[in-house]
Protein backbone atom coordinates (compact mmCIF):
# COMPACT_ATOMS: atom_id res chain seq x y z
CA UNK A 1 0.00 0.00 0.00
CA UNK A 2 1.44 3.52 -0.35
CA UNK A 3 2.23 5.45 1.92
CA UNK A 4 -0.25 8.59 0.96
CA UNK A 5 -2.95 6.24 0.62
CA UNK A 6 -2.58 4.80 4.33
CA UNK A 7 -2.06 8.02 5.62
CA UNK A 8 -5.23 9.73 4.13
CA UNK A 9 -7.63 11.04 6.70
CA UNK A 10 -5.93 10.54 9.79
CA UNK A 11 -5.69 13.93 11.36
CA UNK A 12 -3.11 13.79 13.48
CA UNK A 13 -0.20 12.41 11.10
CA UNK A 14 2.25 14.81 9.24
CA UNK A 15 4.28 13.54 6.41
CA UNK A 16 7.73 14.89 8.13
CA UNK A 17 10.22 14.16 6.16
CA UNK A 18 10.28 11.59 2.58
CA UNK A 19 8.26 10.48 -0.13
CA UNK A 20 4.30 10.03 0.37
CA UNK A 21 4.31 7.23 -2.78
CA UNK A 22 6.71 5.26 -0.40
CA UNK A 23 5.80 1.34 -0.50
CA UNK A 24 4.66 0.32 2.66
CA UNK A 25 4.47 -3.56 2.63
CA UNK A 26 4.27 -4.83 6.32
CA UNK A 27 4.22 -2.90 10.50
CA UNK A 28 6.21 -3.37 13.05
CA UNK A 29 6.99 -2.29 16.98
CA UNK A 30 9.75 -4.36 17.59
CA UNK A 31 12.60 -3.68 15.24
CA UNK A 32 14.03 -6.81 15.74
CA UNK A 33 10.95 -8.03 13.58
CA UNK A 34 11.24 -5.44 10.81
CA UNK A 35 11.03 -6.16 6.92
CA UNK A 36 11.94 -4.52 3.89
CA UNK A 37 9.20 -1.68 3.54
CA UNK A 38 7.70 -1.92 6.60
CA UNK A 39 6.34 1.03 8.87
CA UNK A 40 8.49 1.42 12.48
CA UNK A 41 6.32 2.83 15.01
CA UNK A 42 9.25 3.90 17.39
CA UNK A 43 6.48 4.94 20.48
CA UNK A 44 8.55 5.47 23.99
CA UNK A 45 7.28 2.89 26.36
CA UNK A 46 8.05 2.18 30.26
CA UNK A 47 10.56 -0.13 29.82
CA UNK A 48 12.06 1.21 26.17
CA UNK A 49 12.06 4.16 23.88
CA UNK A 50 11.60 2.70 20.16
CA UNK A 51 13.34 5.72 19.23
CA UNK A 52 16.38 4.24 20.21
CA UNK A 53 16.24 1.59 17.80
CA UNK A 54 14.89 3.63 14.66
CA UNK A 55 18.74 3.07 13.45
CA UNK A 56 18.60 -1.03 13.40
CA UNK A 57 14.89 -0.61 12.04
CA UNK A 58 16.12 1.33 9.01
CA UNK A 59 18.93 -0.88 8.60
CA UNK A 60 16.47 -3.66 8.50
CA UNK A 61 14.84 -2.28 5.77
CA UNK A 62 12.37 -0.24 7.00
CA UNK A 63 10.92 2.66 4.65
CA UNK A 64 9.13 4.55 7.41
CA UNK A 65 9.44 6.01 10.68
CA UNK A 66 6.56 6.53 12.79
CA UNK A 67 7.04 8.80 15.63
CA UNK A 68 5.81 11.53 18.35
CA UNK A 69 5.71 14.89 17.20
CA UNK A 70 9.19 16.68 17.93
CA UNK A 71 11.05 13.27 16.89
CA UNK A 72 14.45 13.90 15.23
CA UNK A 73 16.76 11.44 13.65
CA UNK A 74 20.16 12.12 12.25
CA UNK A 75 21.67 10.08 9.55
CA UNK A 76 18.53 8.21 8.29
CA UNK A 77 19.08 6.56 4.94
CA UNK A 78 17.60 8.23 1.87
CA UNK A 79 14.02 7.46 0.94
CA UNK A 80 12.84 6.50 4.36
CA UNK A 81 10.29 8.56 5.50
CA UNK A 82 9.07 9.99 8.81
CA UNK A 83 5.97 10.39 10.13
CA UNK A 84 4.75 12.51 13.61
CA UNK A 85 2.08 12.73 15.44
CA UNK A 86 0.95 13.72 18.73
CA UNK A 87 -0.57 10.91 19.96
CA UNK A 88 0.99 8.09 17.91
CA UNK A 89 -0.25 5.12 19.45
CA UNK A 90 -3.82 6.33 18.28
CA UNK A 91 -2.04 6.74 14.76
CA UNK A 92 -0.80 3.21 14.91
CA UNK A 93 -3.94 1.91 15.79
CA UNK A 94 -5.43 4.09 12.65
CA UNK A 95 -2.95 3.08 10.23
CA UNK A 96 -3.30 -0.93 11.39
CA UNK A 97 -6.63 -1.21 10.62
CA UNK A 98 -6.72 0.69 7.99
CA UNK A 99 -3.25 -1.26 6.33
CA UNK A 100 -5.29 -4.92 7.25
CA UNK A 101 -8.65 -3.79 6.08
CA UNK A 102 -10.86 -6.55 7.14
CA UNK A 103 -12.99 -7.09 10.35
CA UNK A 104 -15.55 -9.43 11.64
CA UNK A 105 -18.74 -7.43 10.44
CA UNK A 106 -19.83 -7.68 14.16
CA UNK A 107 -17.90 -6.93 16.98
CA UNK A 108 -18.67 -6.61 20.63
CA UNK A 109 -16.15 -5.84 23.01
CA UNK A 110 -16.28 -6.39 27.19
CA UNK A 111 -14.72 -4.28 29.80
CA UNK A 112 -14.83 -4.43 33.46
CA UNK A 113 -12.86 -5.63 36.02
CA UNK A 114 -13.68 -9.20 36.00
CA UNK A 115 -15.99 -11.40 34.21
CA UNK A 116 -15.02 -9.79 30.59
CA UNK A 117 -13.09 -13.92 29.80
CA UNK A 118 -16.74 -15.58 31.01
CA UNK A 119 -18.79 -13.04 28.85
CA UNK A 120 -16.78 -13.10 26.01
CA UNK A 121 -16.87 -16.77 26.11
CA UNK A 122 -20.86 -16.97 26.49
CA UNK A 123 -21.71 -14.62 23.77
CA UNK A 124 -19.08 -16.51 21.34
CA UNK A 125 -21.24 -20.00 22.39
CA UNK A 126 -24.82 -18.54 22.48
CA UNK A 127 -23.59 -17.22 18.40
CA UNK A 128 -22.15 -20.49 17.61
CA UNK A 129 -25.62 -22.09 18.93
CA UNK A 130 -27.64 -20.14 16.75
CA UNK A 131 -25.14 -21.08 13.70
CA UNK A 132 -23.55 -18.01 13.54
CA UNK A 133 -19.46 -18.55 12.65
CA UNK A 134 -18.23 -17.22 15.87
CA UNK A 135 -15.00 -16.47 17.20
CA UNK A 136 -13.68 -14.86 20.90
CA UNK A 137 -10.83 -13.19 21.50
CA UNK A 138 -9.06 -12.45 25.05
CA UNK A 139 -7.57 -14.53 27.71
CA UNK A 140 -7.92 -17.54 26.54
CA UNK A 141 -6.30 -16.37 23.16
CA UNK A 142 -8.32 -16.89 19.53
CA UNK A 143 -11.27 -19.45 19.77
CA UNK A 144 -13.34 -20.57 16.82
CA UNK A 145 -14.68 -22.97 14.92
CA UNK A 146 -11.55 -22.03 12.24
CA UNK A 147 -8.94 -20.60 14.18
CA UNK A 148 -7.61 -20.95 17.11
CA UNK A 149 -4.58 -19.90 19.00
CA UNK A 150 -4.77 -20.46 22.76
CA UNK A 151 -2.97 -17.81 24.88
CA UNK A 152 -3.38 -14.64 26.60
CA UNK A 153 -4.41 -12.27 24.39
CA UNK A 154 -5.97 -9.76 26.84
CA UNK A 155 -5.56 -6.65 24.85
CA UNK A 156 -2.96 -7.16 21.67
CA UNK A 157 -1.20 -4.10 20.70
CA UNK A 158 -2.89 -2.89 17.62
CA UNK A 159 -0.57 -4.45 14.47
CA UNK A 160 -1.36 -7.66 16.20
CA UNK A 161 -4.63 -7.35 16.95
CA UNK A 162 -5.57 -5.52 13.41
CA UNK A 163 -3.63 -8.71 12.08
CA UNK A 164 -5.88 -11.30 14.29
CA UNK A 165 -8.80 -9.09 13.12
CA UNK A 166 -8.17 -10.01 9.35
CA UNK A 167 -7.15 -13.24 10.07
CA UNK A 168 -10.46 -13.68 11.65
CA UNK A 169 -12.44 -12.19 8.52
CA UNK A 170 -11.07 -13.97 6.20
CA UNK A 171 -11.33 -17.21 7.73
CA UNK A 172 -15.29 -16.40 7.52
CA UNK A 173 -15.85 -15.12 10.96
CA UNK A 174 -18.66 -12.80 10.91
CA UNK A 175 -19.59 -12.30 14.89
CA UNK A 176 -16.51 -11.65 17.28
CA UNK A 177 -16.71 -10.99 21.32
CA UNK A 178 -13.38 -9.47 22.64
CA UNK A 179 -12.03 -8.31 25.73
CA UNK A 180 -11.50 -4.78 26.37
CA UNK A 181 -8.51 -4.04 29.05
CA UNK A 182 -8.23 -0.57 30.83
CA UNK A 183 -4.54 -0.84 29.56
CA UNK A 184 -5.60 -1.65 26.16
CA UNK A 185 -7.86 1.12 26.25
CA UNK A 186 -6.00 3.70 27.88
CA UNK A 187 -2.81 2.99 25.30
CA UNK A 188 -5.34 3.30 21.77
CA UNK A 189 -4.94 -0.67 21.10
CA UNK A 190 -8.53 -0.99 19.96
CA UNK A 191 -8.67 2.12 18.06
CA UNK A 192 -10.05 1.40 14.42
CA UNK A 193 -11.87 -1.23 15.85
CA UNK A 194 -15.58 -1.25 14.86
CA UNK A 195 -17.48 -1.91 17.64
CA UNK A 196 -20.72 -3.33 16.86
CA UNK A 197 -21.98 -3.47 21.06
CA UNK A 198 -19.66 -2.50 24.20
CA UNK A 199 -20.52 -4.13 27.86
CA UNK A 200 -19.02 -2.95 30.66
CA UNK A 201 -19.59 -5.62 33.54
CA UNK A 202 -18.34 -4.01 37.10
CA UNK A 203 -15.26 -2.05 38.41
CA UNK A 204 -13.75 -2.88 41.22
CA UNK A 205 -10.22 -1.63 42.71
CA UNK A 206 -7.52 -3.22 39.99
CA UNK A 207 -4.86 -1.92 38.40
CA UNK A 208 -4.36 0.79 40.59
CA UNK A 209 -0.39 0.38 39.80
CA UNK A 210 -1.03 1.88 36.11
CA UNK A 211 -3.78 4.20 36.49
CA UNK A 212 -3.36 6.72 39.46
CA UNK A 213 -7.01 5.95 40.85
CA UNK A 214 -10.38 5.17 40.49
CA UNK A 215 -11.63 8.12 38.63
CA UNK A 216 -8.45 7.50 35.94
CA UNK A 217 -9.17 3.78 35.95
CA UNK A 218 -13.09 4.25 35.44
CA UNK A 219 -12.31 6.89 32.51
CA UNK A 220 -9.91 4.70 30.59
CA UNK A 221 -12.86 1.80 30.21
CA UNK A 222 -15.69 4.51 29.30
CA UNK A 223 -13.41 5.37 26.77
CA UNK A 224 -14.99 2.07 25.18
CA UNK A 225 -18.58 4.05 25.46
CA UNK A 226 -17.05 7.78 24.53
CA UNK A 227 -14.71 7.21 21.92
CA UNK A 228 -14.95 3.88 20.62
CA UNK A 229 -18.90 2.68 20.09
CA UNK A 230 -20.30 4.86 17.00
CA UNK A 231 -23.39 6.34 17.21
CA UNK A 232 -26.33 3.48 16.58
CA UNK A 233 -24.35 1.11 18.36
CA UNK A 234 -25.42 -0.92 21.76
CA UNK A 235 -24.20 -0.06 25.09
CA UNK A 236 -24.58 -2.71 27.57
CA UNK A 237 -24.61 -1.52 31.05
CA UNK A 238 -24.60 -3.50 34.31
CA UNK A 239 -27.30 -1.12 36.78
CA UNK A 240 -25.47 -2.51 39.88
CA UNK A 241 -22.42 -0.14 39.37
CA UNK A 242 -21.78 2.96 41.13
CA UNK A 243 -21.22 4.92 37.75
CA UNK A 244 -23.82 3.50 36.08
CA UNK A 245 -25.24 6.39 35.24
CA UNK A 246 -22.18 7.94 33.70
CA UNK A 247 -22.40 5.41 30.96
CA UNK A 248 -26.30 5.77 30.52
CA UNK A 249 -25.50 9.27 30.11
CA UNK A 250 -22.62 8.61 27.35
CA UNK A 251 -24.79 6.37 26.11
CA UNK A 252 -27.24 8.95 25.18
CA UNK A 253 -24.93 11.65 24.64
CA UNK A 254 -23.38 9.44 21.54
CA UNK A 255 -27.17 8.42 20.64
CA UNK A 256 -26.27 4.54 21.31
CA UNK A 257 -28.68 2.08 21.67
CA UNK A 258 -28.91 1.48 25.51
CA UNK A 259 -29.25 -2.36 27.08
CA UNK A 260 -29.34 -2.50 30.68
CA UNK A 261 -28.41 -5.65 33.35
CA UNK A 262 -28.14 -6.28 36.79
CA UNK A 263 -30.83 -5.11 38.55
CA UNK A 264 -34.43 -5.21 39.27
CA UNK A 265 -35.54 -2.36 36.98
CA UNK A 266 -33.31 -3.51 34.19
CA UNK A 267 -34.17 -4.90 30.28
CA UNK A 268 -32.51 -8.29 31.53
CA UNK A 269 -33.21 -9.67 35.12
CA UNK A 270 -32.01 -12.68 36.82
CA UNK A 271 -35.43 -13.54 38.61
CA UNK A 272 -34.42 -16.46 40.35
CA UNK A 273 -31.29 -18.59 40.03
CA UNK A 274 -31.21 -22.45 41.60
CA UNK A 275 -28.08 -25.00 42.33
CA UNK A 276 -28.45 -27.84 40.32
CA UNK A 277 -25.96 -31.35 39.83
CA UNK A 278 -25.45 -29.72 35.98
CA UNK A 279 -24.93 -25.99 36.91
CA UNK A 280 -28.10 -23.96 38.01
CA UNK A 281 -31.56 -23.20 36.88
CA UNK A 282 -32.21 -19.64 35.96
CA UNK A 283 -35.53 -17.60 35.54
CA UNK A 284 -34.65 -14.66 33.50
CA UNK A 285 -36.99 -11.30 32.80
CA UNK A 286 -35.86 -10.32 28.86
CA UNK A 287 -37.58 -7.32 28.13
CA UNK A 288 -40.81 -8.58 30.28
CA UNK A 289 -40.84 -11.82 29.02
CA UNK A 290 -40.40 -14.27 31.54
CA UNK A 291 -37.55 -17.49 30.38
CA UNK A 292 -36.51 -20.53 32.02
CA UNK A 293 -33.14 -22.11 31.22
CA UNK A 294 -30.45 -24.29 32.17
CA UNK A 295 -27.52 -23.27 32.47
CA UNK A 296 -24.44 -25.89 32.79
CA UNK A 297 -22.24 -23.14 35.09
CA UNK A 298 -22.14 -22.87 38.70
CA UNK A 299 -21.79 -19.50 40.06
CA UNK A 300 -23.76 -16.45 40.65
CA UNK A 301 -21.22 -14.60 39.38
CA UNK A 302 -21.56 -16.68 35.67
CA UNK A 303 -25.38 -16.17 35.82
CA UNK A 304 -24.65 -12.18 35.40
CA UNK A 305 -21.78 -12.45 32.98
CA UNK A 306 -24.69 -14.90 31.08
CA UNK A 307 -26.89 -11.42 31.08
CA UNK A 308 -24.30 -9.62 29.83
CA UNK A 309 -23.45 -11.69 26.86
CA UNK A 310 -27.28 -11.70 26.46
CA UNK A 311 -27.28 -7.87 25.78
CA UNK A 312 -24.15 -7.98 23.72
CA UNK A 313 -25.68 -10.59 21.49
CA UNK A 314 -28.81 -9.13 21.53
CA UNK A 315 -27.61 -5.71 20.79
CA UNK A 316 -25.97 -7.02 17.91
CA UNK A 317 -28.90 -7.91 16.17
CA UNK A 318 -30.17 -11.40 17.70
CA UNK A 319 -33.27 -12.30 18.93
CA UNK A 320 -34.29 -12.20 22.43
CA UNK A 321 -36.47 -15.28 22.55
CA UNK A 322 -34.34 -17.42 20.44
CA UNK A 323 -31.57 -16.37 22.51
CA UNK A 324 -33.10 -17.58 25.83
CA UNK A 325 -34.16 -20.58 24.51
CA UNK A 326 -30.54 -21.34 23.38
CA UNK A 327 -28.64 -21.32 27.10
CA UNK A 328 -27.97 -24.66 27.97
CA UNK A 329 -28.25 -26.34 24.03
Not at 41 to 57: E, H, I, M, N
Not at 74 to 100: H, I, N, S, Y
Not at 172 to 177: E, K, S
Not at 263 to 286: H, M, S, V, W
Amino acid sequence: MKLNELILGIDDLRLQSGDAAIDVRDLALDSRRVKAGALFAALPGSKADGRSFVAAAAKAGASVILAPEGSSFADLPAGVAVLAAKEPRRALAQLAARFFGNQPPCIAAVTGTGGKTSTVAFARQLWALEGREAASLGTLGILSRKLNDPGSLTTPDPIALHRILNQLADNGVTHLAMEASSHGLDQHRLDGVKVTAAAFTNLSQDHLDYHADMDSYFEAKLRLFSDLLPEGGTAVVNLKLARAQKLIETARARRQRLITFGADNADIRLLKQKPTPQGQLLELGLFGVHHVAEFPVAGGFQAENLLAALGLVIGSGSDANKMAGLIGS
